[in-house]
């Protein structure tokens, strides 16, 4: 089986995205940074696949050491993992592309950050659940 990943961070309700960043975006409180810096060290070198909107908030910097995928809807989930065959993916968001890649990740990393304001962005339990039919 592939190695599929999704490194993600939740707030207390599943707060996941806010006008096309993070929620908590610009919170210098540790635990934020913590996240944001284990974000970036655990998806080093890796295959990172992201809508267009979630492609658009990466910092410049995460392009040097990882590999960051633009994916479409009109691009099949399973073709698009065999193009990386033999790499780490990490399956990177927003939450369509979380509903149609669930059935293929093995490994979910979700940290629940103390966050508990507003989003337009939810986390959805059932992804964890989801099969393959
Ligand atoms: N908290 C976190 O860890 C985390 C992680 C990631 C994102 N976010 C947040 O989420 C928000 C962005 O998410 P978003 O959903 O608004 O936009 P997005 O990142 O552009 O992701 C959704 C888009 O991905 C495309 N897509 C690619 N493959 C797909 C597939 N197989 N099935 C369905 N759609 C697919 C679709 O666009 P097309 O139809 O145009 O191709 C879809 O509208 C931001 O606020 C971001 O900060 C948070």
């Known amino acids: ?33 913590a996240d944001v810096a284990r974000f970036f060290e655990l998806s080093r070198g890796h295959v990172l696949l992201v809508g267009p909107r979630t492609y658009a908030s ?8 990882r590999t960051i995928v633009e994916i ?19 399956v990177g968001g927003g939450p369509p592309v979380y509903a149609a890649y669930a059935p293929l990740i093995r490994h979910w990393d979700i940290n629940r950050l103390p966050y508990d304001g507003e989003a337009d962005r939810w986390f959805d339990p059932q ?7």
């Open 1 to 33: 089986m592939a190695d599929i990943r999704v490194i993600c961070a939740i707030g207390q309700r599943g707060q996941l995205g806010l006008h096309g960043r993070l929620p908590w975006e610009g919170n210098t409180e540790p635990d934020y940074v």
């Open 58 to 65: 990466v910092p410049a910097f995460a392009f040097e050491d």
């Open 72 to 90: 479409r809807s009109s691009m099949r989930p399973q073709d698009v993992i065999e193009k990386y065959a033999g790499r780490v993916i990490i």
């Open 127 to 133: 992804w964890l659940v989801a099969s393959r039919d």
